[in-house]
């Protein structure tokens, strides 16, 4: 199997911006539920009404949506391994964060609504809201930006890779290289290796064959060229 000579991973890069578009429309939301906060802060008033119970009864059911959303999100992008499936589950998190603590604040507002000082506290919780609606955005940030910069293999990975090779030793003759990236959810590794000249195809390749499959089990998001070369690859 001959090796690409070339990365192929445009596709995850498009994970990764799309992984940065949820967190910018994240600090979108900061920036609303910010000023408002501070609005409310500057001029603080006292709530009451049936809009009060209503918005009650909507922070509990979508508590329960944005909880449900988020244990599905996580669960599959730990399986897949995907940053945009990370930063939703991140996304909800942080929303269903959100309902319960403005469910817990308006709770409070009513029971303290004798207290001047109850006054301020729907907007001291928007503001908790914005900061952790800030440091799940500063997350998704850090790790999509991090991605999308072509970066080596985790060291857990690449052991994995030479314990594979050290595995296998009796069955090459040479390693002659090994270019591993990573990019968003995908890991491409190429790996040349060069073989006994009285080997034949069909020797080779139950060697490539097994060696191919047990990285791809090893390491999530796999994608492994194994090519035959009879020189050093830089």
Known sequence: AGASHKFNYGVDKLENLSSLLIGMLMLVCLLIIGGNAVLHI??????????????MA???????????????NKRMAKAQASPLLESQAS??????????????SLVSSLALANYSWSYYIDPVASLII??????????????????????????????MIMRELALHFDD??????????????QAFIEIYLEFAPEKTISEVQPVIDHLRANLVAAIPGAKVTIGLT????N
């Open 42 to 55: 500057l001029h603080p008033s006292s709530i009451s009404g049936p809009g009060v119970w209503i918005s």
């Open 58 to 72: 909507v922070q509990v059911v979508y508590a329960f949506v944005n909880g449900n959303f988020y244990l599905k």
């Open 91 to 104: 996304l909800f998190f942080t929303k269903a964060f959100g309902n319960v603590f403005i469910l817990l």
């Open 130 to 159: 914005a900061i952790s609606i800030l440091v799940s955005a500063m997350g998704i940030f850090s790790s999509s930006v991090f991605d999308l910069l072509d970066r080596s293999l985790e060291e857990s990975d690449q052991i």
């Open 172 to 185: 090459y003759e040479v390693l002659h290289g090994i270019r591993s990236r990573r990019a968003g959810s």
């Open 230 to 233: 009879t020189q050093a690859e």
